[in-house]
């Protein structure tokens, strides 16, 4: 039975980072015992940070959290679970060399662990959740689900009586997201635990939850029980930002097969892929978290060891490695720019040289490079020599997509380009891909920002569960039909998928 008052809230978060990024502007969440509650947005729209609050990992610059009526600070994560708000990512942390019995029991001193009735408490709670795996199994054993439930059951043996689950469905099958749904309902409507439900699939929030809370650019404009929504109605709302200033207009794109992909799998979440893409022109990519987006960019670039197809760059096949792919004139920039996009103890000169062959440096064409970068970019620096990691997240994207600007590139691959950045440097960015493809860079353009794609793109392939499902003309298509594409709520659209 959903209780009354709800069992934890947020009232009014606003969360300000010290490089001046601001996260959350004025959001809300209530979380009721025995129910589910469905927290959707966009890429950048606060869900991560709301979350990082509520478990403990961050806090707050205003607002307050109210914890069975009253208001608390949690300073860490720690204190968060001893509270009983625990949270489960995508990618639960566990020990792939202990069995599931250890994993629960990771958190309980060293003598318990091999306590008998740890361990029955251990057996109870498994079966709670239908004993989906056999506690004394290896986790690396275990497929992704069983793990998951490894993660839930950990959670409930320490006490936890709301359960935020990130993401939780992005990596599985069919059959294994039906095994989470049934134990997210015998959590909720047997046991009365509150679960806080975040997916970017409109379908499993319309089938699964009771109450949505939608953020979209820092704030929470939408709450309502989902018997009063629909696929149409969640899609607007969460695609309601447009993208200022920029306009979609007719391009002309050239004939010639820049790049051709054939057959392009990987066990890593990609199914056969092939399609070609024509000097001068954006290819979108459209999909949810976990739709083999980025699987797809990595295999393009030699960067994944297990991917099988052919690559090839104006009709010569590249060897699937990284070096090969940037001699061949294919270049990345990455999704996570911090780990992979840049080097932020480098200068923003050292950082885009970086592609760079050979052994001899020439240090004044580096400089003027950079500099030109700068001037081109609009990258705010006062010097070259500036290090990259003291840049904002937009001024650093900027340093990121320099590096790749010089005459061998030929095609160019954008793993979310405008993740996490200011509008002006993200109109700036954009304006500047489009300039490149009007000089006759091949380019393919992975975007949580259906409104970007839609604007920018000549195309769309749009992804879900490794493989790509339909095909979208971007003058023909909203931002409800895409969303509607990705999240499996709607028939494929017109074109063949390649």
Same mark, same amino acid.
Request: hydrophobic share 45%.
């Given at each position: ?182 134990? *997210? $309902?015998? %959590? #909720?409507?047997?046991? !009365? ?10 379908? &499993? @929030? /319309? ?53 051709? *992909? $054939?057959? %392009? #799998?990987?066990?890593? !979440? ?10 001068? &022109? @954006? /290819? ?54 911090? $780990? ?159």
């Amino acid at each position: 039975m959903v209780s009354a008052s709800p069992l934890l809230a947020l009232r009014h978060i606003a969360k300000r980072y010290p490089n001046g990024t601001q996260a959350l502007v004025d959001a809300s969440l209530e979380i009721h015992a025995g129910a589910v509650h469905g927290l959707l947005g966009a890429n950048g729209a606060g869900k991560s940070t709301l979350i990082a609050i509520l478990s403990g990992a961050t806090a707050a610059t205003q607002g307050e959290i109210v914890w069975q009526g009253q208001p608390v600070r949690w300073r860490r994560p720690a204190d968060a679970r001893r509270s009983g708000v625990s949270t489960l990512y995508q990618h639960i942390p566990l020990v792939p060399t202990l069995s599931a019995l250890e994993n629960i029991l990771l958190d309980a001193p060293g003598w318990q662990r091999h306590d008998r009735d740890q361990r029955a408490r251990a057996r109870a709670v498994v079966a709670q959740l239908g004993d989906p795996f056999a506690l004394d199994a290896l986790v690396a054993h275990l497929p992704i689900s069983a793990r998951q439930m490894v993660g839930i059951a950990q959670s409930l043996l320490g006490g936890a009586q709301v359960l935020v689950m990130d993401e939780p469905t992005a990596s599985l099958g069919a059959s294994d997201r039906a095994a989470v749904y049934d134990v *997210v $309902r015998r %959590l #909720a409507y047997q046991e !009365g635990k509150a679960i806080v439900f975040v997916s970017h699939f409109l379908d &499993e @929030i /319309l089938a699964l939850t009771d109450h949505v809370t939608i953020l979209r650019d820092g704030c929470d404009v939408l709450h309502r029980a989902t018997g009063d929504l629909d696929e149409a109605s969640l899609a607007a709302t969460i695609s309601g930002r447009d993208v200022a200033m920029l306009a979609r207009r007719q391009r002309q794109v050239g004939t010639e097969v820049r790049l051709a *992909v $054939r057959d %392009l #799998a990987s066990p890593a !979440g990609l199914s056969p892929t092939t399609f070609d893409l024509r000097a001068g &022109e @954006i /290819l979108g990519i459209a999909g949810m978290l976990g739709a083999g987006r980025s699987e797809l960019l990595h295999a393009v670039f030699g960067a994944d060891p297990q991917a099988r197809g052919q690559v090839l760059v104006d009709g010569v096949p590249v060897v699937a490695e990284t070096g090969a792919a940037v001699a061949a004139g294919l270049a990345l920039v990455p999704e996570d720019r911090k $780990r992979q996009g840049f080097v932020a103890g480098f200068s923003i000169a050292d950082n885009i040289a970086l592609p760079g062959t050979g052994w001899r440096i020439d240090r004044a064409a580096e400089r003027q490079r950079a500099d030109h970068a700068i001037a081109t970019l609009g990258i705010k620096a006062d010097d070259a020599q500036r290090p990259v990691g003291t840049l904002s997240g937009g001024n650093a994207q900027k340093v990121v997509l320099a590096k790749w600007l010089t005459p061998q590139t030929r095609v160019l691959l954008l793993d979310e380009p405008t993740a996490g950045i200011d509008i002006g440097a993200r109109i700036d960015i954009l304006e500047q891909v489009r300039r490149l493809a009007d000089q006759g860079l091949a380019v393919v353009l992975v975007s949580s920002d259906f409104a970007e794609l839609l604007a920018l793109s000549d195309r769309i392939l749009v992804m879900r569960d490794g493989a790509v499902v339909a095909c979208a003309d971007p003058a023909r298509t909203s931002e409800i039909d895409l969303t509607l594409l990705a999240s499996g709520t709607a028939p494929p659209c017109d074109g063949a998928p390649a």
